[in-house]
């Protein structure tokens, strides 16, 4: 099969099946239904077999899709733009268009990252007009999960403003509070490379959410889709941490925060809707991201995931950021 499989080839022949010769024996596969190698490492070292990337609407080679995923734009120059990152299910997805046209009029080049954990669906991403790669997990660590798998593969090679966003972002809980928190982020993105992060706390800008270090939690219900509408979300038992509560385990794995004096500071976040620079990020050697990383892939929904939520603005504010000069 060729590196590079162009766009009419891609329009019209959706359908078709390629057939691939990988040491000597023929696998086909299906357009509507591409399986690809889940990832089970945390090594830093960048995975090729797990990545279907779109460009303009077609899909990339090879090459063109490793220069994508180490940061290198088409020009050749390192990625200085906009990465926006995505834990996805099997979410609706139309929004993605939307918000990237408006990431497009800031003028700056861009990448979407989308990291899948259901395995029997694939987006529709044929009339994508941006470049992108599309990645299937193990359903494992939460989104959570999905944004360390992210920052872990691509250490040295982040764009120089990230977002992190659920795949939810039309979710009607709580009177569709992942969408105005998506929309504080992209308001409020010029704040990144100064302040570190960016997200809105709770449900309203400027409420602070007061860090309390005996928080425990041992199941969880989730308020997604039509469960949340219907009042059937089931309730999950948690992998717990260790150690915990969380102001035992944010001490020892975040031992950067000495007494932690940051997070008592900045408060904590929910939602996992955020954004954060490059700088802010790897302000923290990489072991850190893979030691959180092998914590949360113990299990699909680990209480581990719950206490990285909330540590968001603690972990990549600076010292600028309104979050470390509220009260």
């Not at 994508?68 to 200085?80: I, K, R, W």
């Not at 620079?277 to 923290?284: C, D, N, P, V």
């Not at 990489?286 to 893979?290: G, L």
């Given at each position: 099969?060729?590196?590079?499989?162009?766009?009419?080839?891609?329009k019209?022949?959706?359908?078709?099946?390629f057939s691939?010769l990988?040491?000597?024996?023929?696998?086909?596969?299906?357009?509507a239904?591409?399986?690809?190698?889940?990832?089970?490492?945390?090594?830093?070292?960048?995975h090729?077999?797990?990545?279907?990337?779109?460009?303009?609407?077609?899909?990339?080679g090879?090459?063109?899709?490793?220069k994508?995923?180490?940061?290198?734009?088409?020009?050749?120059?390192?990625?200085?733009g906009?990465?926006?990152?995505?834990?996805?299910f099997?979410?609706d997805?139309?929004?993605?268009?939307?918000?990237?046209?408006?990431?497009?009029?800031?003028d700056?080049?861009?990448?979407?990252f989308?990291?899948?954990?259901?395995?029997?669906?694939?987006p529709?991403?044929?009339?994508?007009t941006?470049?992108?790669?599309?990645t299937?997990?193990?359903?494992?660590?939460?989104?959570?999960?999905?944004?360390m798998?992210?920052?872990?593969?691509?250490?040295?090679?982040?764009g120089?403003c990230?977002?992190f966003?659920q795949?939810?972002?039309?979710?009607?809980?709580?009177?569709?509070?992942?969408?105005?928190?998506?929309?504080?982020?992209?308001k409020?993105?010029?704040?990144?490379?100064?302040?570190?992060?960016?997200?809105?706390?709770?449900?309203?800008?400027?409420?602070?959410?007061?860090?309390d270090p005996?928080?425990?939690?041992t199941?969880?219900?989730g308020?997604t889709?039509?469960?949340?509408?219907?009042?059937?979300?089931?309730?999950?038992?948690l992998?717990?941490?260790?150690?915990?509560?969380?102001?035992?385990?944010?001490?020892?794995?975040?031992?950067?925060?000495?007494n932690?004096?940051?997070?008592?500071q900045t408060?904590?976040?929910y939602?996992?809707?955020?954004a954060?620079?490059?700088?802010?990020?790897?302000?923290?050697p990489?072991?850190?991201?893979?030691d959180?990383?092998?914590?949360?892939?113990?299990?699909?929904?680990?209480?581990?995931?719950?206490?990285l939520?909330?540590?968001?603005?603690?972990?990549?504010?600076t010292?600028?950021?309104?979050?470390?000069?509220?009260?």
């Open positions: 099969m060729p590196d590079h499989i162009y766009c009419p080839m891609v019209n022949f959706l359908a078709i099946f691939v990988i040491s000597g024996v023929l696998v086909t596969l299906n357009f239904s591409i399986e690809h190698p889940v990832e089970n490492s945390t090594s830093p070292t960048p090729n077999g797990a990545v279907l990337a779109v460009h303009g609407g077609c899909f990339l090879l090459e063109e899709r490793n994508l995923m180490t940061g290198a734009l088409e020009n050749g120059s390192n990625h200085d906009i990465d926006l990152v995505v834990a996805y099997n979410e997805l139309h929004w993605l268009n939307e918000v990237v046209q408006d990431l497009q009029r800031l700056r080049a861009m990448r979407v989308v990291y899948s954990k259901h395995h029997d669906t694939l529709d991403y044929v009339n994508l941006f470049p992108g790669t599309f299937r997990l193990k359903n494992v660590g939460r989104e959570g999960g999905s944004y798998h992210h920052i872990i593969h691509n250490y040295g090679a982040l120089s990230t977002i966003a795949a939810a972002i039309s979710s009607s809980a709580y009177g569709g509070l992942k969408r105005r928190k998506l929309n504080y982020v992209l409020n993105l010029h704040r990144c490379a100064q302040e570190g992060v960016v997200g809105m706390a709770s449900e309203r800008p400027g409420e602070k959410i007061v860090f005996n928080f425990e939690l199941n969880f219900q308020t889709g039509d469960n949340y509408a219907h009042g059937k979300a089931p309730t999950n038992d992998n717990l941490a260790d150690p915990r509560p969380m102001g035992e385990w944010y001490s020892t794995w975040l031992a950067f925060d000495e932690s004096v940051r997070i008592r408060g904590l976040i939602n996992s809707i955020f954060a620079s490059r700088k802010a990020i790897e302000q923290h990489i072991k850190t991201f893979m959180i990383q092998r914590q949360l892939l113990a299990a699909d929904n680990t209480e581990v995931g719950h206490f939520e909330r540590a968001y603005l603690a972990m990549f504010a010292n600028k950021s309104e979050y470390m000069t509220q009260k």
